[in-house]
């Protein structure tokens, strides 16, 4: 047996756990959460001249607002960031292979998004500012956050955020340009995100 696939595996495991705050992680969202990590070692291998990629769950509105969250999550730096990872192609992979309920929720959670914009600042979520885009974010992303009308929110954003991390790190360019992967890396611990914006 492959020791350095069991590394890998058990670290991608704390990557997506560490990424929802699994003990109190709706059960949706601890779902979706594995159905990542399992959809992450089930990659097909890339067809030559394949035809360019369409959702197959998103919608084209929900998919922008997928690449548009995943980005700001893991934004692009030094480094490429969630977008040119197509972390919303690995998020659409894992929902369409979902189950019903995790699909409801996640997408009650995208119209939640552009909802709770539209009263704060007028606008969806996409073509908020970078600013007002970044104060929503941390509303829902503070583990102190116990509003009743954030809850949708506060849920979601762990959903988003857990499927972004995996789809991140472990797509070609996340494990290249992002962690130097040599093909044999693995991973002790995942400290989380390190953007200061994104600690709450």
Same mark, same amino acid.
């Given at each position: 047996?492959?020791?350095?696939?069991?590394?890998?595996?058990?670290?991608?495991? +704390?990557?997506?756990?560490?990424?929802?705050?699994?003990?109190?992680?709706?059960? !949706?969202?601890?779902?979706?959460?594995?159905?990542?990590?399992?959809?992450?070692? &089930? +990659? *097909?291998?890339?067809?030559?001249?394949?035809?360019? !990629?369409?959702?197959?769950?998103?919608?084209?509105? &929900?998919?922008?607002? #997928?690449?548009?969250?995943?980005? @700001?999550?893991?934004? &692009? $730096? =030094?480094?490429?960031?969630?977008?040119?990872?197509?972390?919303?192609?690995?998020?659409?992979?894992?929902? =369409?292979?979902?189950?019903?309920?995790? %699909? +409801?929720?996640?997408?009650?959670?995208?119209? !939640?998004?552009?909802?709770?914009?539209?009263? @704060?600042?007028?606008?969806?979520? #996409?073509?908020?500012?970078?600013?007002?885009?970044?104060?929503?974010?941390?509303?829902?992303?503070?583990?102190?956050? %116990?509003?009743?009308?954030? &809850?949708?929110?506060?849920?979601?954003?762990?959903?988003? %955020?857990?499927?972004?991390?995996?789809?991140?790190? $472990?797509?070609?360019?996340?494990?290249?340009?992002? @962690?130097?992967?040599?093909?044999?890396?693995?991973?002790?611990?995942?400290?989380?995100?390190?953007? *200061?914006?994104?600690?709450?």
């Amino acid at each position: 047996m492959n020791t350095s696939h069991l590394n890998r595996r058990e670290a991608l495991r +704390k990557i997506a756990l560490g990424g929802i705050g699994a003990a109190s992680a709706p059960l !949706w969202v601890q779902n979706l959460s594995a159905a990542a990590l399992a959809h992450s070692h &089930q +990659k *097909p291998a890339a067809v030559e001249g394949a035809a360019e !990629w369409s959702p197959k769950f998103l919608n084209a509105r &929900q998919n922008e607002l #997928v690449i548009t969250l995943s980005e @700001l999550i893991i934004p &692009q $730096t =030094d480094t490429p960031g969630a977008k040119a990872a197509k972390v919303n192609e690995f998020v659409d992979a894992v929902l =369409d292979d979902a189950d019903g309920n995790e %699909k +409801k929720e996640f997408a009650r959670g995208l119209r !939640w998004m552009d909802s709770r914009s539209n009263e @704060l600042f007028g606008a969806d979520f #996409v073509k908020a500012t970078p600013e007002q885009q970044t104060a929503l974010l941390t509303i829902i992303s503070s583990r102190s956050n %116990k509003a009743l009308e954030d &809850q949708i929110g506060v849920e979601f954003f762990n959903a988003i %955020k857990s499927l972004t991390i995996t789809g991140y790190y $472990t797509s070609e360019v996340g494990m290249r340009e992002e @962690l130097g992967d040599d093909g044999n890396l693995f991973f002790e611990d995942y400290p989380g995100c390190t953007h *200061p914006e994104h600690k709450a």
